[in-house]
């Protein structure tokens, strides 16, 4: 296989929030300036038999998937910090949408909770812009077509 040409960079990543997953107009990506996504792998199982010297293995249910999600905080209305403390506080369900190569490209899609309080971590030791990670919790994020 030749050297791949596909490769992409963060210029164009799309992170939106919503109540209904169909009303996508909570942007955080003018906001958003970390996305780690975790979790989703396959369960496995092992036993070992008395006869033979290796286990039989196995593959069970996926885990329930996270995004930790950076931003720069702010203590505006209507931008990052408060959108999602509004989620927190009141255990609001809501839908995110992840699109590393922007519209175009793949969409992971899942529906869970915001389950990490808005509180951020200060240095008085540097002079960068003070951030926050909070963490949303879900069973699954669904990679389909990224649609516009």
Request: glycine fraction near 12%; charged fraction near 15%; hydrophobic fraction near 35%.
């Amino acid at each position: 296989m030749a050297q791949t040409e596909g490769q992409i960079t963060s210029k164009h990543v799309i992170l939106e929030v919503s109540t209904d997953g169909i009303d996508w107009s909570a942007d955080l990506s003018g906001d958003a300036t970390v996305v780690t996504p975790s979790g989703g792998e396959s369960m496995t199982g092992s036993t070992h038999t008395f006869e033979g010297h290796y286990p039989l293995v196995g593959i069970g249910k996926h885990n329930p998937v996270s995004l930790d999600i950076t931003y720069p905080y702010t203590e505006v209305d209507n931008e990052t910090a408060d959108l999602i403390d509004g989620f927190f506080v009141n255990e609001t369900m809501c839908w995110v949408r992840y699109r590393p190569a922007g519209t175009g490209g793949w969409t992971f899609t899942g529906q869970g909770y915001f389950v990490t309080p808005i509180t951020p971590t200060t240095d008085a030791t540097t002079a960068d812009i003070i951030a926050n990670t909070v963490t949303w919790f879900g069973a699954k994020l669904e990679r389909g077509a990224a649609t516009t």
